[in-house]
T-cell receptor, first 114, second 115 residues
Framework: AQSVTQPDIHITVSEGASLELRCNYSYGATPYLFWYVQSPGQGLQLLLKYFSGDTLVQGIKGFEAEFKRSQSSFNLRKPSVHWSDAAEYFCAVNQETGGFKTIFGAGTRLFVKA | NAGVTQTPKFQVLKTGQSMTLQCAQDMNHEYMSWYRQDPGMGLRLIHYSVGAGITDQGEVPNGYNVSRSTTEDFPLRLLSAAPSQTSVYFC??????????????FGPGTRLTVT
């Protein structure tokens, strides 16, 4: 069965420091991969996605993610974190075949310290 | 566009009561889904629909029913509420084709407490 693992339950970074959030998935074929962000009390918003092609994808708010097939990973990065980036981040995977079903990771909560 | 709307925002039920969570979208999306969010567990798929008249089960469908009579609406019914169904429920929709394929738009959520 498909699964998505986000190894870090929470991460604290200083404002201006770089950020990397980890995501590993298990799926036989190339999946559709997503990162979503959830601010407190809000619904989720799409940051970026990978379907095919260039393995480094750019998203909104200065985020990027790199798909590494050999490591089954899709890590999210940002070069310089802002206090407004404090939120919960979810990695998700969607099957290309078999219909529309999305599996989410457990999430990583990001804290930003001044 | 209002996007994805959900009602109510908050609800308290007693064990055994039934209720319907409403979800509507005005983006003409074919795909719609219901998720529940519990601490430390991310979002888990309850039911989803790939078009009007077509629904299927997700990871945690027990205790919930759905129907999709129109493209716009996708209500979630709790048949007999249990404390284990205390959660935050999110509805989402997405396109079924094109460059935005599978990009999900989420509603603001419904916080449900079952006592």
């Amino acid at each position: 069965a498909q699964s998505v693992t986000q190894p870090d339950i929470h991460i604290t970074v200083s404002e201006g420091a770089s950020l990397e959030l980890r995501c590993n998935y298990s799926y036989g074929a190339t999946p559709y991969l997503f990162w979503y962000v959830q601010s407190p009390g809000q619904g989720l918003q799409l940051l970026l996605k990978y379907f095919s092609g260039d393995t480094l994808v750019q998203g909104i708010k200065g985020f990027e993610a790199e798909f590494k097939r050999s490591q089954s990973s899709f890590n999210l990065r940002k070069p310089s974190v802002h206090w407004s980036d404090a939120a919960e981040y979810f990695c998700a995977v969607n099957q290309e075949t078999g219909g529309f079903k999305t599996i989410f990771g457990a999430g990583t909560r990001l804290f930003v310290k001044a | 566009n209002a996007g994805v709307t959900q009602t109510p925002k908050f609800q308290v039920l007693k064990t055994g009561q039934s209720m319907t969570l409403q979800c509507a979208q005005d983006m003409n999306h074919e795909y719609m889904s219901w998720y529940r969010q519990d601490p430390g567990m991310g979002l888990r798929l309850i039911h989803y629909s790939v078009g009007a008249g077509i629904t299927d089960q997700g990871e945690v469908p027990n205790g919930y029913n759905v129907s999709r009579s129109t493209t716009e609406d996708f209500p979630l019914r709790l048949l007999s509420a249990a404390p284990s169904q205390t959660s935050v429920y999110f509805c989402a929709s997405s396109y079924s084709q094109g460059p935005s394929l599978y990009e999900q738009y989420f509603g603001p959520g419904t916080r449900l407490t079952v006592t």
